[in-house]
């Protein structure tokens, strides 16, 4: 009868090239079979198998099972093909081989490194731990690998993840390059699109349950996408819910920026999951096709940053929720209900009053509000579009000619510096071989001449930016109007006139509030630009 009931414990991590058949799993257990051809007093019972796990941790599922076994009294003896198929950990290794495997009565046999703990002779000590040390180091050695190649990856725009984000899948073409997934990138588009319209998140949500529109992780899981359950949701048949829409409207992605690196693993022996500072994310832009607009999603940030109340049921966002401050103390305005004589009223005050330093609270009906309000933006947007309209009336090259002229001039005359110099440079050796110069003279000059040539490139790069800007400021501009000129046609506010038009409302009185408009900046530099342009006209 055979003295040993063996498991023959199989293991190859993602990592290892399966293309090599020494480091397959047939022919793991092929070589097991044939050394136990060579040795009756061991009988095979059981064969354990861990295809795609890592020799650096020992959570391993049939590893654990082996364990059971053996503690069990099922098996006392392992069988492997070499020390790293047990593990490949130092520390770890060790214990198992010179304390937890001794303690059970477990022989363990390394078939390749002739390691048979039943023989003295067979694997000593010292050898044992050479052979662990060089299986850690080997781990050490990948997994610096590994990171330096996905961070260079990553640095290069190419995408490294296993499970695309909702509304993007890989190209069948580059694995590493995100393509639009139209169906999901729709209902992407239609959470913006929601969100800019002053929905809140919980009735975004609500509303896709209701028409039927499958949530991130169940979408994925119906079209055999790869997913992981760490993602938008937990479980197959989980709804939309405002996190799930208030992720998808924060993930940056969206606008066709890649941010990559924003966890990782203290080192290769700790699989702790930590989340790096947002510095060291790498963000590249430009990396795949955008499903919404930069202007769009910056939008929504604002929106999303401001203090969105809603109404009871939670349908819809207050149309100046967030905008109302008060002009006295700073503090937000709050919307308040009274029902006098059965009709309601909807009016804001500050909720600081004069009991805690507000000399001047204001009371502002909602329906008055809303009135001014909406008389001073389509006074704004009249401004707007005039100033846009009378500067395309107006040369662009006239407005700039100076400092374009000006920028070519300077270019002109540092390249002809560079030439002098060069030529200056070209002939250094020469009179250094012929004596004129010594060697110090002639290193100083060289070195001299060399940081000015580089000073006078740099300059010539700047010169050109300047002149890119100065050429962009037309299209920069109409980028801005664009969103005033969407809105000529307004005859009553809404809260996606509000929230891409104005920053925030100052209530002074009952009769004074001040408007701070998005883009005020630009406007201040349109209007200053046309009054350039008027005073070069009056003086030709």
Not at 250 to 261: K, N, P, R, S
Request: proline letters at 2%; a positive charge.
């Amino acid at each position: 009868m055979p003295k040993y009931q063996a498991t023959a414990y199989l293991r190859l991590s993602y990592t290892e090239n399966r293309e090599y058949e020494s480091d397959s799993i047939a022919n793991q257990k092929k070589l097991i079979e044939d050394y136990l051809k060579g040795h009756p007093d061991i009988e095979l019972v059981s064969e354990k198998v861990d295809d795609g796990y890592s020799g650096i941790l020992f959570d391993r599922p049939a590893f654990q099972e082996m364990m059971q076994d053996i503690m069990a009294g099922k098996v006392n003896c392992v069988i492997v093909k070499d020390l790293s198929r047990l593990g490949r950990e130092y520390i770890e290794t060790g214990r198992y081989l010179r304390r937890i495997f001794p303690a059970y009565g477990v022989r363990f046999i390394a078939i390749n490194d002739s390691i048979d703990t039943a023989h003295e002779h067979a694997g000593d000590d010292l050898s044992i731990s050479m052979k662990n040390l060089i299986n850690d180091a080997y781990c050490h050695d990948i997994s610096v690998k590994t990171r330096s190649a996905l961070e260079v990856k990553r640095k290069k725009g190419d995408y490294v993840g296993a499970c695309p984000v909702y509304g993007y899948r890989k190209s069948e073409e580059n694995r590493n390059q995100l393509v639009v997934d139209e169906y999901a990138a729709r209902v992407v588009r239609d959470i913006f699109r929601a969100k800019i319209d002053g929905r809140s998140a919980k009735r975004i949500a609500d509303e896709l349950n209701a028409l039927g529109v499958l949530s991130p992780l169940a979408y994925k899981i119906n079209r055999g996408l790869p997913h992981s359950k760490g993602g938008f949701a937990d479980r197959p048949d989980t709804k939309w819910s405002a996190t799930t829409v208030i992720r998808i409207l924060q993930d940056e992605i969206y606008t066709g920026t890649l941010v990559q690196g924003r966890q990782g693993t203290y080192n290769h022996k700790i699989k702790e999951v930590i989340r790096k500072p947002e510095e060291e994310w790498i963000r590249v832009e430009n990396t795949h096709e955008a499903i919404i607009r930069k202007a769009d999603f910056d939008l929504v940030q604002h929106i999303m940053g401001l203090d969105t109340r809603t109404a009871p049921e939670g349908e819809k966002v207050y149309l100046f929720s967030g905008l109302l401050v008060c002009g006295c103390c700073g503090t937000r305005m709050t919307r308040k209900t009274n029902t006098i004589g059965g009709k309601k009223y909807i009016y804001y005050h500050c909720p600081t009053g004069k009991k805690h330093g507000c000399t001047h609270p204001v009371m502002l009906r909602e329906d008055d509000l809303i009135q001014c309000v909406l008389a001073s933006v389509q006074a704004h947007i009249k401004n707007v579009v005039s100033v846009d309209e009378l500067l395309n009336s107006i040369s662009e090259e006239s407005i700039n000619r100076e400092l374009v002229a000006g920028c070519k001039a300077q270019i002109a005359e540092n390249k002809a510096q560079l030439e002098q110099i060069s030529v200056f440079k070209a002939g250094l050796y020469e009179s250094f071989v012929n004596g004129i110069l010594d060697k110090a003279e002639y290193k100083a000059l060289r070195d001299g001449y060399t940081g000015r040539m580089e000073e006078l490139r740099s300059a010539i790069g700047r010169l050109r930016q300047e002149m890119e800007r100065v050429t962009d400021r037309t299209s920069e501009r109409q980028k801005w109007t664009r969103q005033f000129r969407e809105f000529s046609n307004m005859a009553e506010l809404d809260r996606r006139t509000v929230v891409t038009l104005i920053q925030s409302i100052r209530i002074i009185s009952k009769t004074e509030i001040k408007i701070n408009f998005r883009y005020q900046m630009e406007y201040d530099a349109a209007l200053q630009k046309l009054s350039q342009a008027r005073l070069e006209q009056e003086a030709v």
